[in-house]
């Protein structure tokens, strides 16, 4: 399976941007995640085979995810974006189904290349 994100870019402090993963097989479980410069990787948001729904504490309320599961293709719709959102963000897939693993990425056995976001003044 091949992911290729799209949607990154630069925008203002309470800026929106929607991020786009195309899957080209079938997924199971798909997540998020974003590295910042001399940050460990931080996990996002996710979407679990079992349907469950996580995100990291630091985006609730301000991040969306979604799938389209005819196409196995994830999103990631960013509202009110901050400064300590900047990071190349990363979308992986993988064929566990419980929730419980969203936010482990040794669990995910594919990655994209990337997409990175920049929010800035």
């Known amino acids: 399976v091949q992911l290729v994100e799209s949607g990154g870019g630069s925008v203002q402090p309470g800026g929106s941007l929607r991020l786009s993963c195309a899957a080209s097989?079938?997924?199971?479980?798909m997540g998020w995640f974003r590295q910042a410069p001399g940050k460990e990787r931080e996990g996002v948001a996710g979407?679990?085979?079992?349907?469950?729904?996580r995100y990291g504490d630091s985006v609730k309320g301000r991040f969306t995810v979604s799938k389209d599961n005819a196409k196995s293709n994830l999103y990631l719709t960013m509202n009110s974006l901050k400064p300590e959102d900047t990071g190349m963000y990363y979308c992986?897939?993988?064929?566990?189904?419980?929730?419980?693993?969203?936010?482990?990425?040794?669990?995910?056995?594919?990655w994209g290349q990337g997409t990175q976001v920049t929010v800035s003044s």
């Open positions: 992986a897939a993988g064929a566990f189904a419980s929730a419980a693993w969203i936010f482990s990425p040794w669990r995910y056995d594919y």
């Open positions: 979407i679990s085979g079992d349907g469950n729904i």
């Open positions: 097989g079938y997924t199971s479980s």
